[in-house]
């Protein structure tokens, strides 16, 4: 999983004061440095240098400020990543990517790699996440069909040999941080020979799964909070600044389609070449909110018509496809259980382990479904010190 961004702080608008929050530096030095990099950036770009406020922070080492023009036309962002800690070309390069896919990214306006400091533009202040009706679902398809249709877009632009491999290495390593950090570290436990012999035989399987499906463009992250909204005119002009969520949903839901309703992509760094099952079971299996299986059955089947019809790898018969994303969601959800723990733990951050049980339930809801993983069943309610679950429900947590 690529490290996730926290929702948006929003922007004000135009034309209002504002007072922003002292930015805080651990590093003495590297704020000098960001006040001399910012000074010339302002110069050059036309911005308002005395006007900078946190925009966003996520589970890496990188920040987000928002600083404003200087003539009120908008706002910029700001991207701090210490060069010790992030690496910004893959960044640089995925946003490359989708841009030429015909995807709304934000755009690099100036980058000092040695230090770290990058200015973009500014997609927004509010996530997907921020404008979904999680009482009605059928209230999103509008969101959820563009989000499908960003999906098929980056995935026929797909070729060989850009991005690393999503290989049989890196899924081990990413299903390795479940007992590192999840079992041994957060939980406390140490797992038997027979429970380490279970779970590796389960990794085994998964992975074989998993690597059977054909390689595409996979984001990695690609779920509502990394999926941001814009407007363009007439809906909202850029001065009022954000719309309610039922404003949203509302100019979706016209005849058009929400042409006036845009969603841009977020979080992109951790790109791979790799399972073309991995975006749609991230967008429907979200770190974040649980759907019921009929509104994720229905996504996903239009997620699947829309890539048979463009020509797309997939399944011929949606069955089997299910599967497949349910597999390869399983593997995720072990995997971000892992990291959240390992944020919460290493990196100081215990507000993403508050969403832990929703990757518990995911596991054992799919691992009840097949008989093949029946013994990781047993284990994680062994592990959770829970009751083996009847049935087939999959439901909200």
């Not at 922070?57 to 700001?78: E, K, L, N, P, Q």
């Amino acid at each position: 999983m690529s490290p996730t961004a926290s929702p948006s702080i929003p922007a004000p608008p135009s034309g209002q004061a504002v007072t922003p929050a002292p930015i805080l530096w651990a590093d003495p030095a590297r704020e000098v440095a960001f006040q001399a990099w910012l000074a010339a950036t302002a110069t050059a770009h036309g911005l308002d240098a005395g006007i900078v406020r946190a925009a966003s922070a996520d589970a890496s080492f990188r920040r987000y400020f928002r600083v404003d023009r200087a003539d009120g036309t908008g706002h910029r962002i700001i991207m701090d990543a210490p060069p010790d800690k992030e690496n910004c070309q893959p960044f640089v390069q995925v946003a490359g990517l989708l841009q030429a896919a015909g995807l709304r990214v934000p755009e690099i306006l100036a980058w000092d790699e040695p230090q770290g400091f990058m200015l973009l533009s500014d997609l927004g202040a509010q996530t997907m996440l921020d404008v979904l009706d999680r009482d009605r679902p059928q209230a999103n398809l509008g969101l959820y069909q563009q989000a499908v249709d960003i999906l098929v877009d980056w995935q026929r632009a797909s070729r060989p040999g850009v991005l690393p491999a999503y290989d049989e290495a890196l899924l081990q390593r990413e299903l390795a941080l479940f007992p590192e950090w999840y079992v041994q570290r957060h939980r406390g436990i140490t797992l038997d020979d027979q429970q380490q012999a279970t779970l590796q035989a389960t990794f085994q399987t998964l992975v074989a799964h998993n690597l059977a499906a054909p390689s595409v463009y996979v984001h990695r992250d690609f779920m509502p909070r990394n999926l941001m909204v814009s407007y363009a005119a007439p809906t909202l002009p850029a001065a009022r600044g954000s719309l309610p969520p039922e404003g949203v949903r509302s100019a979706l839901g016209r005849p058009g389609g929400g042409t006036d309703v845009r969603l841009g992509v977020l979080d992109f760094q951790d790109a791979v070449y790799g399972p073309i099952t991995y975006d749609i079971a991230s967008l429907m299996r979200d770190a974040f909110l649980s759907w019921e299986e009929d509104f994720v059955l229905d996504i996903t089947v239009r997620y699947w018509q829309a890539a048979r019809k463009a020509g797309l790898p997939v399944h011929e018969d949606f069955g089997d496809f299910y599967r497949a994303v349910e597999w390869m969601g399983l593997q995720r959800h072990l995997k971000v259980a892992g990291i959240f723990a390992r944020i919460t733990l290493r990196d100081g951050k215990p507000k993403y382990l508050a969403d832990t049980p929703r990757f518990i339930h995911y596991i054992r809801t799919t691992a009840s479904r097949y008989r093949e993983l029946t013994p990781l069943l047993r284990l994680v309610d062994q592990i959770e010190g829970t009751t083996p679950q009847v049935g087939f429900a999959y439901g909200r947590v």
